[in-house]
């Protein structure tokens, strides 16, 4: 398996722009993670999915911050408008029941 | 609310040296502990991991783990470290709802 699998790597944007990131999770895992990470906080839950299901969304920031997952193999994390505050790793990890989170090489954002 | 705390925020040892890293959780019931590595620019590596079972877990790159539930603690052990091992360790505890809560991660620097 390639493991999960996230897009782009890198992204520099402006200030107010959109922002969609990707992510592919590993096939079989029922469940898919957004963490955030940035040196003032750590790593951060921001969403995470069961079966295609958002279950828990209490870490995304703002309003300006969405999820989704159309189906078992794809899910996006937007941001709308970016913010400089924005910048940082987003990682997307996944897992089945009671496994262990398999996580993404990360996407690093710089908003300017 | 769980939470997990790494005192630690830099470690520095001798190519050779033996190595703990610690981490102290807390959580009402038996929590499901893990150790995660982070190199430079990458995703996070699962190390070990401590779901039931017997305390002292083994894991990849010869890496170890104990746990103490008297101590709430889940610290990370190596025998002998190598120049390669030079990253960032975080620790985690998860419940039955799967999702990670991290630790603020100790860098780990060697010494040739």
């Known amino acids: 398996d390639a493991g999960v699998i996230q897009s782009p790597r890198h992204e520099v944007t402006e200030m107010g722009q959109e922002v969609t990131l990707r992510c592919k999770p590993i096939?079989?895992?029922?469940?898919l993670f957004w963490y955030r990470q940035t040196m003032m906080r750590g790593l951060e839950l921001l969403i995470y999915?069961?079966?295609?299901?958002?279950?828990?969304d209490s870490g995304m920031p703002e309003d300006r911050f969405s999820a989704k997952m159309p189906n078992a193999s794809f899910s996006t994390l937007k941001i709308q408008p970016s913010e400089p505050r924005d910048s940082a790793v987003y990682f997307c990890?996944?897992?089945?029941?009671?496994?262990?989170?398999?996580f993404g090489q990360g996407t690093r954002l710089t908003v300017v | 609310a769980q939470s997990v705390t790494q005192p630690d925020i830099h470690i520095t040892v001798s190519e050779g040296a033996s190595l703990e890293l610690r981490c102290n959780y807390s959580?009402?019931?038996?929590?499901?502990l893990f150790w995660y590595v982070q190199s430079p620019g990458q995703g996070l590596q699962l190390l070990l991991k401590?779901?039931?079972?017997?305390?002292l877990v083994q894991g990849i790159k010869g890496f170890e783990a104990e746990f103490k539930r008297s101590q709430s603690s889940f610290n990370l052990r190596k025998p002998s470290v190598h120049w390669s091992d030079a990253a960032e360790y975080f620790c985690?505890?998860?419940?039955?709802?799967?999702?990670?809560?991290f630790g603020s991660g100790t860098r780990l620097l060697v010494r040739p």
């Open positions: 990890a996944s897992s089945r029941p009671q496994g262990v989170a398999f």
């Open positions: 096939s079989g895992h029922d469940y």
């Open positions: 999915f069961n079966n295609n299901v958002p279950i828990d």
């Open positions: 959580y009402g019931a038996t929590p499901y």
């Open positions: 401590y779901f039931s079972g017997d305390t």
């Open positions: 985690a505890v998860s419940d039955s709802s799967y999702k990670l809560i």
